[in-house]
T-cell receptor, first 116, second 110 residues
Framework: GAVVSQHPSWVICKSGTSVKIECRSL??????MFWYRQFPKQSLMLMAT?????????EQGVEKDKFLINHASLTLSTLTVTSAHPEDSSFYIC????????????FGPGTRLTVL | KNEVEQSPQNLTAQEGEFITINCSYS?????LHWLQQHPGGGIVSLFM???GKKKHGRLIATINIQEKHSSLHITASHPRDSAVYIC????????????FGTGTRLTIIP
């Protein structure tokens, strides 16, 4: 199946700093990418949907100024957690999908963020 | 009540056993994903199906659209199958976002 990578796989940062997470589709063009957050033993929570070349659509309750999403190309989307705080510590997962609206989503391996 | 319910929530079985995980949903859907999440966190898409049955190796997924129900079966289970299995659906009501079940934690004992 298609491959989606994320970088970094884990990151530890100090409170107040910003962290950028990259999501890449390695062997297909991802028209749409999704960013999820997952707390321990809970299901995935969709944060935002990002389409190449346009602004991301954020889910209710997700601060767009806090979680900046850029989808500059068909193979790369980035999530920047700005002024991170300990409550932002979580597992962040991206997924990517091709041009069909109901195509299979391919998930990245996730990034574990710990804010001290 | 969640739109997507899975059962059981937790399942422990001996190596070699036949495993069934169930998913019921309350909305009309266009397709359903079965996903596997290993302890490290990465998620693998096992199947996407909208009707009938799909098979890949020891894994079989079935769906009954009329009954709003899907099952994931694992034959000859192995400890490496230990993971969380998640059912996710594409609802019919226009958006293209997945709605996730809460997952089934499977542990296969050698």
């Amino acid at each position: 199946g298609a491959v989606v990578s994320q970088h970094p796989s884990w990151v530890i940062c100090k409170s107040g700093t910003s962290v950028k997470i990259e999501c890449r589709s390695l062997d297909f063009q991802a028209t749409t990418m999704f960013w999820y957050r997952q707390f321990p033993k809970q299901s995935l929570m969709l944060m935002a949907t990002s389409n190449e070349g346009s602004k991301a659509t954020y889910e209710q309750g997700v601060e767009k100024d806090k979680f900046l999403i850029n989808h500059a190309s068909l193979t790369l989307s980035t999530l920047t957690v700005t002024s991170a705080h300990p409550e932002d510590s979580s597992f962040y997962i991206c997924s990517a999908r091709g041009a069909g609206g109901r195509d299979t989503q391919y998930f990245g391996p996730g990034t574990r963020l710990t804010v001290l | 009540k969640n739109e997507v319910e899975q059962s059981p929530q937790n399942l422990t079985a001996q190596e070699g056993e036949f495993i069934t995980i169930n998913c019921s949903y309350s909305v009309g859907i266009s397709a359903l994903h079965w996903l596997q999440q290993h302890p490290g966190g990465g998620i693998v898409s096992l199947f996407m199906l909208s009707s009938g049955k799909k098979k890949h190796g020891r894994l079989i997924a079935t769906i009954n659209i009329q009954e709003k129900h899907s099952s994931l079966h694992i034959t000859a289970s192995h400890p490496r199958d230990s993971a969380v299995y998640i059912c996710a659906v594409y609802p019919n009501f226009g958006n293209e976002k997945l709605t996730f079940g809460t997952g089934t934690r499977l542990t296969i004992i050698p």
